[in-house]
């Protein structure tokens, strides 16, 4: 028997699991999951869990973050964590991009499990990471 997981079995799943919804949105959603095709920086993260994380920048002359997408071996927590940093970073300088941190992402979710804290650290010092690679290697 092959039993279809629709995706309000999953939002209910979820939400019993602790996940708010626009944490859940983000999730199902996935806008931002991906890779760019001729990014600026691309770069890679390993979380305390063993999960990883590769971020890819579209970063303007600006030094403004025209575009971002994640590609995520990781649970619900880090796929919505890393959608939500990517609406928070997009069309802010690299600098500005730096000031975000957990906490900024954790309001745009509202709520995830407690276990799951942890995630949004990843995808946060994940984007950070992509940020400090592309800062090393432009002149200042
Ligand atoms: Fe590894 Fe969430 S990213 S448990």
Request: glycine share 4%; charged share 35%; hydrophobic share 35%.
């Given at each position: 028997m092959t039993i279809i997981v629709t995706s309000n079995a999953e939002r209910k799943m979820l939400s019993e699991a602790g996940y708010a919804d626009p944490a859940i949105n983000?999730?199902?959603?996935?806008?931002?999951m991906g890779y760019i095709e001729n990014a600026d920086q691309v770069s890679e993260n390993v979380g305390s869990c063993g999960d990883t994380m590769k971020i890819y920048l579209k970063i303007?002359?600006?030094?403004?973050?025209?575009?971002?997408?994640y590609e995520i071996t990781g649970c619900a927590g880090a796929?919505?964590?890393?959608?939500a940093a990517v609406d928070l970073v997009k069309g802010k300088t690299i600098d500005e991009a730096l000031k975000i941190n957990?906490?900024?992402?954790?309001?745009?979710?509202?709520?995830?499990?407690?276990?799951?804290?942890?995630?949004?650290?990843?995808?946060v010092k994940t984007m950070h990471?992509?940020?400090f690679d592309f800062k090393n290697k432009i002149p200042s």
């Open positions: 983000y999730y199902l959603e996935k806008k931002y303007d002359d600006q030094k403004i973050i025209r575009d971002a997408r796929i919505s964590a890393a959608m957990d906490g900024d992402v954790f309001k745009i979710l509202e709520n995830i499990p407690e276990k799951k804290h942890h995630c949004i650290q990843l995808a990471k992509g940020i």
